[in-house]
């Protein structure tokens, strides 16, 4: 009896140290993060006004702003999107519900798990060549968000198939006993149950798409930039140009590259406050993310 | 066979094998099947009756490197169903199935009826709204569901979960409902309760019923085959299946020595 107490109390002391140890682990993780994130408000947060989300770039640190950089982000967004999301669905449906399952597919499969881990900036070198040189889009908005819609086809694709894969086959069964074809099963059951894992994908790709920075300097982004693209709306018919797909344009991570850059440390107080705002533009898309993929989880239970 | 079959013949299976891949899971099979009766397939675990079962909506083309021989012949229209020329969507459109485990579609009591009248592309909400309704009392659900039609189907218990899916099979009204062991996620009293709907739904339509319960095809089938090992043992009309089988396998597996 005492030599099996002496071994309880023996086997807890492990139990105990790796207790330790694992709180020790997270902690410096979290107070790292948390410091950094104090760093980056207490540097920046005074910078953050109306006038410096609607003012251009400018060689005044206090006249300087980010609104090039910030309406650049968003429309080479709207291009990543509408590129990378009908591709990277369609392709992740064909893979699951209509591929044969063979070698072919397997390659096919090992390889989009790849090149969700290929350099960014190679991403940029392919942009590069094909869409600049070979398209001659030119160093534009369209160049830049197609190139981004690259890097993040591969998580779209894997994010499609993991929320198809969830859907028990015991649905798609019942579909087709109803003498439904492959596609009206896709439209109104694959599609409609993985909307949510789909969209979460969507969201966690382009949060990473909009800080990226290397493939969008390597297209050729300007890092000095006054003015905007050209209105996607206009005033005369047909109301609607495509005309801004071809303009030059900076985004937020080259605007805070290029202040952290400068040898002034007010420039640096900029690039902070564009920290916060970048920050914040992730942190929300997440948390759209998470939010999305709350409300269909309930929604839907296998 | 057919000797035993006194009414109209629905459906006839002739000289069926059925191949996964290299495995040959079903070996000869004949059987006739008897317009508006229930045949039940019976037999242990293993035996190849569900695979029967799915030859008959062509589930197994579905899936690669399945081949079926022989054939299964459908009334009144005299064509071989499992010819690979016969497109398998023409032959579910009128086979109806009904699964293991309840499989609602994760939408509405409504939704999930109208499915197959949709994938016919029928939309007129008149006429789904009274196919929906003339389906669910079918399935002796209506008056559970009739206020909340535009609820999740996942809401339902299991054994009303059951009776949807046996609705969203009778809504296109099929020549023959397949039921593939129904009751086997089912408490007792949900399960009596289909099978008092399966002995109802046989004055309207053709039934084939796997079961592995050999009691629930005493109680609610007309005919019944014994299959093992892929192959039909003995076919027979119910009662004397279970009183006076005439092959000793048969009755080694009523009287609960194997299986």
New interface residues.
């Given amino acids: 009896m005492k030599n099996i107490k002496r071994r309880i109390a023996f086997n807890k002391f492990w139990d105990y140290v790796f207790w330790v140890t694992g709180l020790l682990s997270t902690l410096v993780g979290l107070v790292l993060l948390f410091t950094l994130i104090v760093d980056l408000f207490l540097d920046g947060s005074g910078r953050l006004s109306y006038k410096f989300f609607t003012s251009f770039p400018s060689r005044f640190p206090e006249e300087a702003g980010i609104l090039s950089a910030w309406v650049g982000t968003f429309f080479l967004m709207i291009v990543t999107a509408f590129a990378a999301i009908p591709l990277g669905v369609a392709a992740g449906i064909y893979l699951e519900e209509y591929a ?2 063979n070698w072919l597919t397997d390659i096919i499969e090992i390889n989009i798990a790849n090149l969700a881990g290929v350099p960014s900036i190679i991403y940029g070198l392919l942009a590069m060549g094909l869409f600049v040189y070979f398209f001659k889009f030119g160093e534009s908005i369209l160049t830049g968000g197609l190139a981004l819609a690259l890097l993040i086809l591969p998580m779209v694709i894997m994010a499609t198939r993991e929320a198809i894969r969830a859907i ?1 086959n ?12 492959k596609w ?1 099963t896709v439209w ?2 694959i599609i409609p ?1 993985s909307t949510g894992g789909i969209l979460t994908g969507i969201i966690i790709g382009l949060s990473r798409a909009i800080g990226e920075t290397a493939p969008i300097i390597t297209v050729g982004a300007l890092t000095f930039i006054a003015f905007l693209p050209t209105p996607p709306i206009t005033s005369g018919f047909p109301f609607i140009s495509f005309k801004w797909l071809f303009d030059p344009f900076t985004v937020m991570p080259i605007q805070i590259f290029n202040w952290v850059s400068r040898p002034q440390a007010e420039f640096h107080i900029n690039a902070a406050a564009a920290g916060i705002v970048l920050m914040i533009m992730t942190l929300l898309m997440n948390g759209i993310a998470i939010y999305i993929r709350y409300r269909f989880r309930k ?3 296998w | 066979m057919s000797v035993i079959i006194s009414g109209e013949l629905k459906a006839e299976v002739k000289n069926l094998n059925f191949y996964y891949g290299d495995v040959h899971a079903l070996r000869d099979i004949n059987l006739p099947i008897e317009r508006r009766k229930v045949s039940a397939l019976i037999g242990p675990s293993g035996c190849g009756k569900t695979t029967f079962l799915r030859c008959f ?1 062509r ?1 197994h083309d ?1 899936y ?1 490197h399945n081949r079926y021989e022989g054939k299964i012949i459908l009334h009144p229209d005299n064509i071989n169903i499992i010819l690979p020329e016969i497109d398998p ?2 032959i ?2 009128q086979i ?2 009904v ?1 293991q ?1 309840p ?4 939408k509405s009591i409504y939704e999930n009826v109208a ?2 009248l ?3 592309g029928i939309n007129k909400r008149q006429l789904l709204d009274e196919k929906v309704e003339k389906s669910l009392r079918g399935a002796a659900l209506w008056d559970e569901v009739k206020d909340r039609l535009h609820n ?1 189907a ?1 809401d339902l218990s299991g054994g009303q979960q059951q009776r949807l ?1 046996i609705a ?2 009778l809504a ?1 009204d099929p020549r023959i409902l397949l039921f593939d062991e129904p009751t086997s996620a089912l408490d007792p009293t949900a399960t009596s309760k289909i099978e008092e709907l399966i002995v109802e739904l046989k004055n309207e339509v053709t039934i084939i019923i796997v079961t592995h319960n050999m009691q629930q095809a005493a109680r609610v089938s007309d005919y019944t085959a014994f299959m093992y090992l892929g192959e039909i043992i003995e076919f027979d009309k119910t009662d004397k299946i279970f009183t006076a089988p005439s092959n000793r396998l048969t009755e080694e597996y009523i009287t609960g020595r194997f299986g």
Avoid: D
């Fill in positions: 044969k399952k028990p015991s649905i798609r069964e019942a579909s087709y006993a109803l003498g439904a074809t009206q109104w059951h149950y929604k839907i239970k | 909506n589930m579905l690669p969507i023409e579910r459109m109806s199935m699964f485990k499989n609602p579609f994760p499915y197959g949709r994938v016919r999740l996942f899916c969203r099979a296109t």
